[in-house]
């Protein structure tokens, strides 16, 4: 699943005793081991038009040991009958009995049954789910869809099972649909059956053996679009079925994903030496989808606007859906071929697939510079892991809330983080090896996180090193702090080198901990450079360098690590002195430099600001606002009206020139580059830093918009379609409350979901206290769509001006919000709301509210936790940095610039 990328935007276990059928407290955790499931046959009635299906489920269990009673799940279902029988007799009546909130359910026999295999039979039905999880509905264009979500434990909401990832059997499906409606499920389609009123029952292939998670099928009045077989290769001897699959009318914007997928499939076969396993792909637009995209085998479900390209398409999001195609199809190994067995190894899904989705990129679409996308996600991962409240990447999953709450930045940004850190250190060639013996070993079943390390150590020449220093990276929370320090004494250049793990101000006290980490300095002296490496296993170790005294030396190389670093002062200087000329990695892992340094007061305000300037000017956006959150922290908490006007002027005369070069409107034949770039200068200068120049430039847009077509709708084709978000942001934010009217009247009319973002988001930067009121309701109304909602309030949170009223609504509305979002988002709640907070009295205001009012929803207890540190940190920086280091540059600025 894709998730994260969708939490950026909007902030910005052990199981429980497993209790043996025949007493009667229902499980917590995972389910006993009593029974476990052999097969479903699976049969749903669905009509998109009702308010809910009816089903019958028959699953052949065996039960291992005697019992009167199993657990299973089952969620929300009104089961209207449950048989059971054994391979020689009749069908008797069984007592379904709901346990738990969670979805436990006992099935009791009545009896005492010898361990066998049995049958059971259910007859039950449910409505559709609101919230986007197991089987719901959705509208596009006034027209009703349904669309399944299983992933992590909706499954149950769907059907009763045995709803966790160990299990994995076969599954036969057939669909009843009304006519006119297509059906698509994981398989092809095997047989089709008339039925009563135009009705058709479609008939699916057996599956090959999957985990509950990973059913899926969509009913609608679909387009179906064919595309060309994917020619067959040395591992995959027949040529393979490709479709992709969107709502009504909008097939012919599937042309650009379609064509992108044979080489991405291709790609990942080559790489695991192992053929993609389920038969056809599907690939299908849902109209609103809780995460990115669902890494379904055979029909992978993206949220639409990830699918749906045309020419007016941002790059951003050209970019963005080759990705997540890539992150998905690695998924059809790593978690639909191979399983982990449990939710504590989900990393094992994720990590890899994010990994896999950058390595693919970077291979296919070089100058989509994927490699350094995957440091940004990295440093935003180690600022997660800077919270003494970070869970490990193998975290113990007790619950729902759990599980829900692996999917972070942890388990997909670190994860993949170690592998690459690892991947470099093995050298490429044996991780691969490790990798293809992993999938070739456990295909069609499940592994775990020792497999794994073993097949790589096997393949590598690390030994039991190679297991014990990646284990300390997913066994333990948090990020190792690299202190070093150059001594060039006696003709001899040293690094003294310390890891302690890594805290900000105000943060964890420091525990004696240690990690095995592949460490390695890039150092140059004069012309040259080289880089030499180390496993740094100790709490102090010492660094001979090879080469004599470096002029300086950068302790990340390549930034390839997952390790922040703190240079002695005059070292960070000498660093300082080259940054605008170290390569484009490293000048990633230049700025995470100072960022750690500013968090921990040893980089003051005007270190920072320093920094920026070094950076301004970068070949790659990713390096050129790479302290842009340190900039607006530094801006909100930090300045008054006069520093705040310097800054914007100091920021300006660093960013407008390169914003004037490229213009306002795309270019004919410009790169992607260029379009990225533009958008991320504009959205810097108009957004964070309020520059008037930028703000009237994309207002003129903005009103050009507004001004409509002359047939009552917006003229959206008079704006930069990369610019959108902005230039509509800063239109509700001058204009008020007629640009606000006319989003909301166009939102009703509008079911393209990038332009329903664009404007749903624009209606929550509105600053003005009574328009901003209207948009909080309107957010949880049946106008905006339960995918949407958070990211109107997480960009209302994001403007200080806001945040009183939004917490004063919040408290309120609470009920309302939780049930106009989907369940993932529900444990980032307390972070949402808390963004952008920094005293230590609204710290204890959320907890308070959330341990009284929000304790039962699920995964809020650790949400409050990280929202409540990163308060409190927020507060310790604040009271470190203080106003007057920055007045002290406001000063020297005006002495210095005849623009100061
Ligand atoms: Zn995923």
Redesign the pocket.
């Known amino acids: 699943?894709?998730?994260v990328r969708w939490l950026v935007g909007l902030l910005f276990f052990a199981c429980g005793a497993a209790i043996a059928a025949g007493t009667a407290a229902p499980p917590s955790g995972k389910l006993p081991d009593t029974a476990e499931p052999l097969q479903y046959a699976l049969t749903f009635r669905v009509d998109p038009a009702a308010d809910g299906f009816s089903a019958t489920a028959d699953i052949r269990i065996a039960l291992k040991r005697p019992a009167e009673r199993i657990w299973l799940h089952a969620r929300e279902l009104q089961v209207e009958r449950v048989e059971w029988r054994t391979a020689a007799g009749r069908a008797q009546p069984a007592r379904f009995l709901p346990a738990q909130d969670s979805g436990v359910a006992a099935v009791e026999f009545g009896e005492t049954v010898p361990a066998q295999e049995l049958q059971l039979h259910f007859v039950y039905r449910a409505r559709y789910d609101s919230r986007l999880e197991g089987l719901y509905r959705t509208r596009r264009d006034g027209q009703p869809y349904v669309v399944t979500q299983m992933e992590p434990v909706s499954a149950r909401r769907a059907f009763p099972g045995f709803d966790e990832p160990r299990f994995k059997t076969p599954f036969d499906l057939q669909l009843e649909i009304p006519a006119g409606l297509q059906a698509v499920a994981n398989t092809a389609q095997s047989a089709e059956q008339p039925l009563a009123g135009g009705w058709r029952r479609l008939t699916f292939r057996t599956t090959p053996k999957l985990p509950t998670y990973l059913l899926a099928f969509a009913v609608g009045p679909w387009d179906l679009v064919e595309a060309a077989p994917i020619t067959a290769t040395a591992w995959r001897r027949q040529p393979l079925p490709l479709r992709a699959i969107a709502p009504r009318g909008q097939g012919p914007r599937l042309a650009e994903a379609l064509a992108a997928t044979p080489a991405i499939v291709t790609a990942l076969e080559d790489y695991f030496g192992y053929a993609y396993a389920f038969g056809k792909l599907d690939l299908l637009a849902a109209p609103d989808f809780s995460a990115g995209?669902?890494?379904n085998p055979g029909l992978v479900i993206f949220r639409e606007s990830l699918l749906l390209l045309d020419a007016n398409s941002p790059a951003q999001l050209r970019r963005a859906s080759f990705e997540v195609n890539a992150?998905?199809l690695a998924?059809q190994w790593f978690?639909d071929t191979v399983t982990m067995p449990w939710w504590d190894d989900l990393w094992l899904?994720?990590a890899f697939?994010?990994w896999m989705e950058r390595r693919i990129t970077q291979t296919l679409r070089p100058a989509q510079r994927a490699d350094l996308r995957s440091i940004v996600a990295t440093q935003q991962a180690m600022a997660a892991d800077s919270l003494a409240s970070a869970r490990r990447v193998r975290q113990p999953i007790r619950d729902n809330g759990d599980i829900e709450g692996a999917f972070d930045s942890l388990t997909?940004g670190k994860g993949a983080a170690v592998l690459g850190m690892f991947e470099a250190w093995l050298g490429e060639q044996p991780f691969r090896d490790g990798l293809r013996r992993y999938v070739r070993e456990h295909a069609f079943a499940s592994a775990t996180s020792d497999d794994l390390i073993a097949a790589l150590q096997s393949a590598g020449d690390k030994g039991a090193s190679f297991g014990r220093a990646m284990r300390s990276f997913l066994d333990q929370p948090g990020v190792p702090l690299v202190h070093s320090e150059l001594d060039c004494a006696g003709g001899k250049a040293r690094l003294r080198l310390r890891q302690q793990r890594y805290f900000p101000l105000g943060g964890g006290t420091v525990a004696a901990q240690t990690w095995g980490i592949p460490f390695c300095v890039h150092r140059g002296k004069g012309a040259t450079s080289t880089t030499q490496c180390q496993l740094l296993d100790r709490a102090e170790a010492e660094m001979v360098l090879d080469g004599g005294c470096p002029d300086w030396y950068l302790p990340n190389a390549q930034a390839r690590g997952y390790y922040r670093v703190a240079l002695a002062a005059a070292d960070r200087a000498a660093l300082t002195r080259v940054a605008a000329s170290l390569n484009d990695r490293e000048q990633l892992a230049f700025a995470d430099a100072i960022k750690a340094g500013f968090e921990r007061g040893e980089v003051d305000v005007a270190g920072v600001l320093e920094a920026i300037g070094q950076l301004a000017g970068a070949r790659t956006r990713e390096a050129a606002f790479a302290l842009n959150a340190e900039l607006v922290w530094i801006r909100t908490h930090l300045a008054d009206e006069a520093a705040r006007a310097a800054i914007g002027t100091y920021i300006e005369r660093l960013y407008l020139p390169r914003l004037q070069t490229l213009g306002y409107l795309r270019r004919a034949g410009e790169s992607e580059d260029a379009a990225l770039l533009r958008a991320d200068l504009v959205e810097l200068l108009a957004r964070k830093v309020d520059s008037p120049t930028v703000r009237a430039a994309v207002l003129a847009q903005g009103k050009a918009v507004l001004a409509g077509d002359g047939k009552g709708r917006l003229r959206f084709a008079a704006a930069n379609y990369d610019l959108l978000g902005t230039v509509l942001a800063v239109t509700v934010q001058e204009l008020g409350a007629p640009a606000v009217d006319a989003l909301i009247a166009e939102l009703a009319h509008t079911g393209d979901a990038n332009l329903r973002l664009s404007m749903v988001m624009a209606l929550g930067a509105s600053a003005d206290p009574a328009q901003a009121e209207r948009v909080r309701e309107f957010a949880i109304g049946d106008a905006v769509q339960v995918g949407e909602t958070a990211r109107v309030l997480g960009v209302q949170q994001y403007d200080s001006r806001n945040r009183a009223a939004l917490w004063s609504w919040f408290q309120r509305r609470y009920a309302a919000v939780v049930a106009h979002t989907p369940v993932f988002v529900h444990g980032r709640l307390p972070e949402l709301v808390a963004e952008g907070w920094c005293t230590r009295e609204q710290a204890r205001q959320v907890a308070r509210f959330f341990a009284r009012d929000a304790a039962q929803v699920e995964g809020s207890a650790q949400g409050l936790l990280r929202a409540e540190e990163a308060i409190n940190l927020c507060a310790a920086r604040r009271e470190k940095h203080g106003a007057t280091a920055l007045q002290r540059w406001v000063a020297l600025q005006r002495a210095a610039g005849p623009a100061g």
């Open positions: 699943m894709n998730v995209a669902m890494e992150h998905e998924h978690g899904n994720e697939a994010t997909y």
